[in-house]
């Protein structure tokens, strides 16, 4: 079956720009999570949504970054008057239920480059 | 606050040899406790978890891990290195209870010799 999918793979923009990454999780999963990659280290958690509305936005690093899930289906995280320093892999995860237990399905995420 | 420490950012193994990447948490209370491999350009892919009972896990592709609590650590072995396991290789816990949000080690880099 499908799994989680994210577009663009890859975006390049310049310092100053506004940048929509779109995710599509994976049918019937009610739980999405967005997290950063950075050159070298692990995921770090950004925001979680639970159906339509974010439940835990205490990983995003300001108020540039902002993400949605209107339906409870697609989330886009949204960056406004990016920095060079916001250049990563974001990656997206969706999972079936919402306990910590259940086993989170990863994208295979968007490079971002801001020159 | 909850972390994770793997220990080695490159291993090397030889085909056929014993894989073991290590990984320790920090928590004041048990997490629940994955291991993730990324192979390029693809996303992260389960290979294991444990959140209750026995503690050795078996997971995809050959891969186990054991919780020792007393160590405070969640390492990963597979018996014998294969081509394809050339890979990188995530530790993360999530707290009990959460929502369910990881926090992940820095990755160890594993490569297989032929």
């Keep these: ?115 | 606050a909850q972390s994770v420490t793997q220990l080695g950012s490159h291993v090397s193994v030889s085909e056929g040899a014993l894989v073991l990447l290590r990984c320790n948490y920090s928590s004041s209370v048990p997490p629940y406790l994955f291991w993730y491999v990324q192979y390029p350009n693809q996303g992260l892919q389960l290979l294991l978890k444990y959140t209750t009972g026995a503690t050795l896990v078996k997971g995809i592709n050959g891969f186990e891990a054991e919780f020792k609590k007393s160590e405070t650590s969640f390492h990963l072995t597979k018996p014998s290195a294969h081509m394809s396991d050339a890979a990188e290789y995530f530790c993360a816990v999530t707290a009990r209870g959460s929502q369910g949000n990881l926090i992940f080690g820095k990755g160890t880099k594993l490569s297989v010799k032929p």
């Design chain 1, 1 to 115: 079956g499908a799994g989680v999918s994210q577009t663009p793979s890859n975006k390049v923009t310049e310092k100053g720009k506004y940048v929509e990454l779109r995710c599509d999780p994976i049918s019937g999963h009610t739980a999405l999570y967005w997290y950063r990659q950075s050159l070298g280290q692990g995921p770090e958690f950004l925001i979680y949504f639970q159906g339509t509305g974010a439940a835990d936005d205490s990983g995003l690093p300001n108020d540039r970054f902002f993400a949605v899930r209107p339906e409870g289906s697609v989330s886009t995280l949204k960056i406004q008057r990016t920095e060079r320093g916001d250049s990563a892999v974001y990656l997206c995860a969706s999972s079936l239920g919402v306990s910590s237990t259940d086993t989170q399905y990863f994208g295979p995420g968007t490079r971002l480059t801001v020159l």
